[in-house]
């Protein structure tokens, strides 16, 4: 990893048992991703618990790489869990080590981006000002979005015009149907 671990707790004290599982799997996730840029762990007594009993467990795992969005995995123990601590730290790493290999798998262009999971569009009409939009779907029809919306931070790249790819989202929004992610398609703009 380019940056040291960091790992902290709230609310609880750590053991050096738990340092060392977490030191452990972070090791692993190194090996394993060797692009790994760093990793933030902190682990957390949520809420108090009684007088003498064993407080429940939340974990917080971020592991960075290049290109992607941070990975963040978060976890509580459960009540009726039997307050396996290391189980806690165990299953959380376990969903950053699949997040990681989807990344990685698709970082190589093994797996597409769910390219299917939306449709093409193109910009119809656009309020930069009050940071919204509206961006017009062959089978969705007019779609409001927001600069939200927009992955990348690229809302400000926009035009009337630009196609774009879309994901619908399942509620509707101020404006009626709402799309809930917005990506430019290569600059690419529709012939009129």
Known sequence: MQKPLQLSFK???????????????????????????????????????????????????????????????????ERRSPRDHAAVVNRSFDVVERKLDEAARIIQGEV??????????????????????????????????????????????LAVGTMVHLTLATGEGPMGPQASSIRLLGGDRAVE
């Open 112 to 157: 597409k981006a769910h390219e299917a999971a939306g449709e093409t569009g193109t910009i119809s009409r656009l309020y930069p000002e009050q940071n919204y939009g509206f961006v017009e779907a062959k089978q969705a029809g007019s779609l409001y979005f927001t600069r939200n919306a927009v992955i990348d931070g690229r809302f400000d790249e």
């Open 11 to 77: 609310n609880i004290e750590g053991s050096e048992a738990m340092k060392a599982i977490v030191r452990d799997r972070v090791g692993r996730l190194d090996r394993l991703y060797p692009k790994l840029v760093g990793c933030r762990v902190v682990i957390e007594a949520p809420h108090r618990s009684a007088q003498g009993a064993r407080p429940p467990l939340g974990i917080s795992v971020e592991a960075e790489i290049p290109g992607k969005p941070l990975i963040v995995v978060k976890d509580v123990e």
